[in-house]
């Protein structure tokens, strides 16, 4: 029986290094780049983690705050209630709290769970209402060129407007090269590669 860390982070971008900083306590880390608005479930770290804990490999499991299980509160309550029912201990690093004391539920950290739950849920819902408002505010100004709110770009959409990175690599430049040259992130490199690599 193993303790091991999630670690979770929004987008390819983004840094894991301070969520990892204590990792060499853990014998393994699953490290998610997921949003927090898709459920614990369907991610595929989060996969892999569930399938260690069917296996009866993992005794405990640490994150470095509740929001890193999801931004959804019915969604957070059911994975640690998942977690209590296979004795798997969940601690929370920010408010240094145990979902079990002695094998069985903590109450005082279901308690504020809740609440943190509640919170990330509002935090989540009201980013959501400020970006809809800003696009409008955006579009009433004449100024807002982006997709319309909530719609996203195909893959051929997205490898034609990277089409300079695409060539990039295919002339043999590394990632990170091809990122710069292209003057973009790495994130969106590695996804035109893994995008290119899906058609050939």
Known sequence: MTKVKYVRVST???NTSRQEI???????VYV????????F?????????IQDIDKGNIAEIHITTLDRLGRDIIDILTMIEYFNSKSVNLFVENI???SMINEKPNPTFKMIAS???????????????????????AKLKGKYKGRLYGTRMTDEEFLK??????AELRNGESLRRAARLGGVSLGIAQKVKRLMMSEA
């Open 32 to 39: 998610e780049k997921a949003s927090g608005a898709v459920k």
């Open 12 to 14: 390819v971008e983004q």
């Open 161 to 166: 407007k990277y089409k300079n990175v695409q």
């Open 96 to 98: 240094g709290m145990f």
């Open 41 to 49: 479930l369907e991610r595929d770290e989060a996969k892999k983690l």
């Open 115 to 137: 609440v943190l739950g509640n919170v990330a849920e509002m935090e989540r819902n009201n980013m959501l209402e400020r970006q809809k408002a800003g696009i409008e505010l």
């Open 22 to 28: 204590n990792s060499n306590e853990f014998s393994k």
